[in-house]
């Protein structure tokens, strides 16, 4: 089996186990519709211009609910003990890696797929260039799902695991969200893309940084 | 005497006697930058042997925490975990002093404890990213597996450094630029002249003197907590 089919076939472990209970998905969309609601209402008495708010309400949606489906990742192998059965299986713990990436980063996006028409709804934007905007966003998933699967493999054999992956999550996320904010802010505003150009080069420089040392560190994190 | 004790404390004296010297040095000799007009802003200026040495320190301890992060994970001996929780450790006290002398700068110059400038806030992030090393550490209980797990995580919270490092350089900040060559110096930054140079770097020496005194002993003592804990288990396990 190619090393390509192994990454593809724990993929489709996870989505055929995802579409048997819909419940990671619809959890983390009803929760960033929740976030997006509270963020909503709470800004409104105090905010001149909502729309100047909306990048940051929008990535801190994803960031929270991408945390929930990120700490179910592992919880889930743990608990039926399939990861026996995964470090059993004769393929490389980078492929394990890889696998379980994309199906983070597959999930997330989805439900951002679904969150941001009614986001754009709620906060009465315009969407402005709708492949660069979902291009920006895929890019900070793609971010977020790097180290979130080294994380979320560790948090999972500590005690209070749910609570340690946002605390050691969050701030190495910081430089990540801090580009796809700037860069969503600037779509939104329809600025030309070459004011935000080093923002754009920042993200990319830290999807890259993040996959490579994820990548190299996820054999010494995963075990039964 | 365990190996470790009779170096400790040679480097802890050597490091409290190069420490005196710095503080007369500072306060006594250094003279007033010619750049700055109010009084409170020349006392507030001497901070800066203390605080620049101060982050020198916090970053050098991170840096070998890393490494030895990487040689825990490469060669697997305890001694590096060892290494790495105590550097961690020091190195988050001296970037907690960091922050708080920095606030004690900003005030009389900036006018403010806090803003949210990129390198205070990349300094606090990283701060916070070795807090959490830390409670990493102490939510698990299997020691390999704790060894492990951290050198995973110190080796990523590494990158907070160049971040922070190099923040005041990527954005415009009002954060003074230190060390920098003669290309970047039109941003804010400032040349220093040969006394105050010599001072600083008096300072720097000092701290880092300071840092392997501290260093020896955590270590010393991170081993003869792990002593006495394994000697515990072997009297309980074998009455």
């Known amino acids: 089996m190619s090393y390509l089919r192994k990454v593809l076939a724990i993929v489709a472990k996870d989505v055929a186990a995802e579409l048997r209970t819909r419940e990671m998905l619809s959890s983390m969309f009803v929760f960033a519709l929740l976030v997006i609601l509270i963020f909503n209402f709470a800004f409104e008495l105090r905010a001149e211009d909502q729309a100047t708010l909306a990048p940051g309400v929008l990535w801190v949606a994803i960031c929270f609910a991408g945390m929930l489906g990120l700490s179910r990742s592992f919880i889930l192998e743990k608990d039926r003990g399939s990861i026996e059965g995964l470090l059993l299986a004769p393929i490389e713990r980078s492929a394990i890696f890889l696998g379980k990436m994309l199906g983070n980063v597959l999930f997330m996006g989805l439900f951002e797929l679904l969150i941001l028409p009614i986001f754009v709804v709620l906060f009465n934007l315009s969407a402005g260039d709708l492949p660069l905007l979902l291009g920006v966003v895929l890019l900070g998933t793609i971010g977020f799902g790097g180290v979130g699967t080294l994380f979320s493999a560790m948090a999972v054999h500590t005690r209070a695991r749910e609570v340690l992956l946002p605390i050691l999550l969050f701030p190495v996320m910081v430089p990540v969200i801090l580009a796809a904010v700037k860069l969503t802010a600037a779509i939104f505003d329809q600025l030309p893309l070459s004011e935000v150009q080093n923002w754009l080069s920042l993200l990319i420089a830290f999807d890259v940084i993040f996959m490579a040392l994820s990548f190299m560190l996820f054999d010494y994190v995963i075990e039964e | ?239």
């Open chain 2, 1 to 239: 005497m365990l190996p470790g004790e009779r170096w400790g404390i040679a480097l802890l004296v050597a490091a409290a006697w190069l420490m005196l010297i710095a503080v007369v040095l500072v306060f006594g000799v250094a003279p007033d930058p010619v750049n700055l007009t109010t009084d409170m802003e020349r006392y507030a200026q001497r901070i800066f042997y203390f605080h620049v040495p101060n982050w020198w320190v916090g970053f050098l301890a991170y840096l070998i925490a890393a490494v030895a992060g990487v040689l825990y994970l490469t060669k697997g001996h305890e001694r590096w975990d060892v290494l790495e929780v105590a550097s961690v450790e020091i190195g988050l006290t001296f970037t907690t002093i960091g922050l708080i002398s920095g606030s004690i700068w900003a005030k009389p110059t900036w006018n403010t404890w806090w803003t949210w400038e990129p390198r205070l806030t990349t300094a606090a992030i990283g701060w916070l990213m070795y807090v959490g090393y830390l409670m990493l550490r102490s939510a698990i209980d299997h020691p390999e597996r704790r060894a492990r797990f951290s050198a995973v995580f110190s080796i990523v919270a590494f990158l907070s450094v160049p971040i922070t490092f190099l923040a005041i350089r990527w954005w415009r900040t009002i954060h003074p630029v230190v060390i920098a060559g003669s290309s970047d110096s039109g941003m804010g930054g400032f040349a220093l002249g040969p006394t105050i140079g010599l001072i600083f770097f008096f300072c720097l020496f000092a701290f880092t003197a300071l840092y392997f005194a501290l260093l020896t002993l955590r270590t010393r003592s991170e081993w003869l907590a792990r002593r006495v804990q394994q000697l515990r288990q072997d009297i309980l396990y074998r009455s």
